[in-house]
DNA sequence: CGAACACTTGACAGCCCTCAACGTGAGTGG
DNA sequence: CCACTCACGTTGAGGGCTGTCAAGTGTTCG
């Protein structure tokens, strides 16, 4: 059974991660890099600093949040992978996304005051969290923020369109592995050696495929020199040749 | 061969719609009702009556945007249907949405300088311009209005779902119909006698369903009584059932 | 009237899901 | 240290849905 316990409501603050402090931002936080790159001051961060906390470690199986649970914050990985997904009345879960350091969950909670998925981390994480209403109202002062949330929202639209097409079994499996291993590498981590975070179901539940299929597209990707796989432990061989599979799926990004 | 008119840059000012005027939001805008409905006060709505421009009429065929075209404005739909689609470097057309009076089209142009996609009119359309620079410019003043962009934009992450799994031809059939009879009466028309005012290729094309599939399910659904179709006149004539078809789909909405 | 196009109908095959059984590793308790 | 358990993952057989290919029908428009 998956651990009960919901972080996100609940903050301990006097639990606080060691590469960001009162005065410097997480080198990978998604908005540090963003209001930066897009020449937001000094002092315009500082207040964007100030309305962050930081959550965690949440351990394997915490829920961030849940269904239902009042929207009031989004937040930044820092640390770990957080799935969402969302249940549905046959009780069959469907994967919304994983969420890798350096991005944002919450979002879609925007349209309307409680949030429409879960959210649970599947290793240890660490979170950045913002309240949403003190957020939307320096928004309303700093048009660098209010274009950036745009820009995150907008992004999001566009990110569905991975599953949206009617492609083969292969074609999916590539293109979550590229797009994976672009996600990781764009925080600076190897993009060629990385852990599979999640469980077989859960990548299976994400691409709309079944386990068994999942195992089986690994198995034959392997047999044929694009990658190694040993349990949860990804090895990338061939880039070119995966990155050729999933292009269909991938043309736009 | 489609009409390369190029509707949305060169706008006609000189032609005005007839129940919107100076001084009178279109009874179906998509912003007047949510601003309204949001207690958007008088002088607010009269600020943003200042952004829009009248656009039409465009004809079918006509283009109201192009992918690569600079991103200046969203739009209302006032009246007609536009359809939304990308061409992949295959050459294969991706059909992205349809929208029908009171939706908004051109959001997903946020995240970049241009569209990322193609807006053609399917029949003739009437539209209400807004300049994005403006109107953010006006949401950073107006704390209703930017919250309404931020539905707005987080809706649409919702609406892709219909999309993202992995439903049967029915299903998806049934939930296509189902969504568009809603939409339709949402604004005040039928919600049992409709037109499809696109072609069976299209909506296989948004369904990722072969049209010969579209074909087969439109008459399977009619011999077993739950409507009845004509060429593009479509009667509804059982929504329960046809609903129960869609509910897995749509469960969400 | 002819041509182009949209749509329909039929035959067939392939991909992937389902069902079932088995293998494997991690954690637990004796 | 070992046996046990359980979840996770793998492997195999079979069938159904839907895409592809092909041909035919109907409609619109020049």
Same mark, same amino acid.
């Given at each position: 059974?998956?651990?009960?316990k ?7 603050p ?9 005065? #410097?931002f ?7 890099q963003?209001?930066?790159? $897009?020449g937001?001051?000094?002092a315009?961060?500082g207040?964007? #600093?100030?309305?962050v ?10 829920h961030?949040?849940?269904?239902g ?8 990985v ?9 249940i ?5 879960? #469907? ?5 890798f350091p ?7 909670g ?6 429409p998925c879960n959210?649970v981390a599947?290793?240890?994480?660490? !979170?950045?969290?913002?309240s949403?209403?003190?957020i ?9 923020l ?5 820009r995150?929202l907008?992004?999001?639209?566009g ?6 097409g009617d492609?083969t079994a292969d074609?999916r ?6 797009m994976?291993?672009?996600?990781l590498?764009?925080r ?5 050696r990385?852990?599979?975070?999640m469980?077989r179901?859960d ?6 495929l079944?386990?068994e299929?999942v195992s089986?597209?690994?198995?034959r990707? $392997?047999s ?7 349990r949860r ?5 061939? $880039?070119?040749r995966?990155?050729? !599979?999933a292009?269909?799926v991938l043309?736009?990004q």
């Amino acid at each position: 059974m998956v651990n009960d316990k919901v972080a996100f409501p609940r903050v301990d603050p006097s639990i606080l991660a060691d590469d960001g402090d009162e005065f #410097h931002f997480c080198s990978t936080c998604a908005f540090s890099q963003a209001c930066m790159a $897009q020449g937001m001051d000094k002092a315009s961060l500082g207040e964007l #600093h100030m309305l962050v906390e930081h959550v965690g470690p949440l351990h394997a199986g915490d829920h961030v949040f849940r269904v239902g649970d009042p929207f009031e914050a989004i937040a930044a990985v820092r640390a770990g992978t957080v799935k969402t997904y969302i249940i549905d009345p046959g009780g069959r879960e #469907h994967v919304l996304g994983f969420h890798f350091p350096g991005e944002v969950i919450g979002l879609d909670g925007i349209d309307g005051d409680t949030y429409p998925c879960n959210a649970v981390a599947l290793d240890t994480v660490m !979170l950045c969290r913002f309240s949403f209403p003190k957020i939307s109202v320096l928004a309303g002062r700093l048009p660098g923020l209010q274009q950036h949330l745009f820009r995150l929202l907008s992004r999001d639209i566009g990110r569905a369109a991975l599953l949206a097409g009617d492609w083969t079994a292969d074609e999916r499996m590539a293109a979550f592995l590229v797009m994976m291993s672009r996600r990781l590498a764009a925080r600076g981590f190897s993009a060629d050696r990385f852990q599979l975070t999640m469980a077989r179901t859960d990548i299976a539940n994400y691409l709309r495929l079944a386990p068994e299929t999942v195992s089986r597209v690994l198995k034959r990707f $392997q047999s044929e020199g694009l990658l190694h796989v040993d349990r949860r432990e990804l090895e990338i061989l061939d $880039q070119g040749r995966l990155g050729a !599979l999933a292009a269909p799926v991938l043309w736009k990004q």
